[in-house]
């Protein structure tokens, strides 16, 4: 199996930053550049990227039009509004990545991503039509529920990988899995593997973290120093 045409990716930058005090994240400073231009130069640099689709939250549209243009990100195609849920910002992702036959659909605020961690997954899933990138999980897991909280199961760790984005998919095996889904799900294989179809796993990196809370900023801060620090030596 191999599905040709051309990939695009679908940054998701739509969510409302509700841990990071009123700050979005996405617009916000990370050595030198608003954090979301790292992740679009990411997809940039990355042969084999044929084109980007931006979702933005609706009132933040016109202001990333005018990033994309103040940064000349050439490559994105289009910038759309999300929807009220990530599922609904990925699905209008999908539908403006219409001369897409793959996707990579990647959050914005991973800004850290490597050119050869998305380039791995597009050639992944134009092999099985389906993959995401993810690390093994360090810790014990526990599933705990009630009030107060009480551990319910203990999960084998050596069988648990934390998922990352990029998840890669052929284009109308995903908009397909949008469209058939019964109910809300936390990422887009989730609603693939409820079509039955295989997703493929690859090592994610540990460095590719999502900017959640301020101290966030402080981490990708110091990684992407020690980055250039490496590039140099």
């Given at each position: ?12 930058a739509?969510g ?9 994240k ?11 231009a790292?992740?679009?130069a ?42 009220a ?6 699905r209008?992702?999908?539908?403006a ?8 659909v990647?959050?914005?605020a ?15 899933a ?9 690390v ?13 909280p ?24 995903l ?7 019964a109910?809300a799900?936390?990422?887009d ?5 409820a ?18 809370t ?9 990684l992407l ?9």
């Amino acid at each position: 199996m191999t599905i040709d045409g051309p990939a695009y990716g679908i940054i998701v930058a739509a969510g409302r930053s509700e841990r990071m005090n009123g700050v979005d994240k996405v617009f916000t400073e990370l050595v030198g550049r608003p954090l979301v231009a790292w992740t679009l130069a990411a997809f940039r640099n990355t042969e084999g990227v044929d084109g980007v689709v931006v979702v933005a939250a609706s009132e933040n549209v016109s202001r990333m039009r005018d990033l994309v243009a103040e940064w000349r990100f050439n490559n994105v195609i289009n910038v759309v509004p999300g929807g009220a849920q990530r599922q609904d910002s990925v699905r209008a992702g999908i539908e403006a990545a219409d001369g897409a036959s793959i996707v990579a659909v990647h959050d914005a605020a991973r800004p850290l991503v490597e050119v050869a961690l998305i380039a791995r997954g597009i050639a992944l899933a134009r092999e099985s039509g389906a993959a995401l990138c993810a690390v093994p999980a360090r810790d014990t897991v526990k599933e705990v529920d009630g009030d107060p909280p009480t551990v319910r199961a203990t999960y084998d760790r050596d069988r648990i990988w934390l998922a990352q984005t990029p998840q890669v998919f052929e284009r109308a095996l995903l908009l397909r899995a949008h469209r058939e889904a019964a109910s809300a799900a936390t990422d887009d294989a989730a609603l693939v593997e409820a079509l039955g179809h295989d997703v493929r796993v690859y090592a994610g990196d540990a460095r590719n973290i999502k900017i959640t809370t301020r101290d966030d900023l402080l981490i990708a801060e110091t990684l992407l120093r020690r980055r250039f620090e490496e590039a140099v030596h």
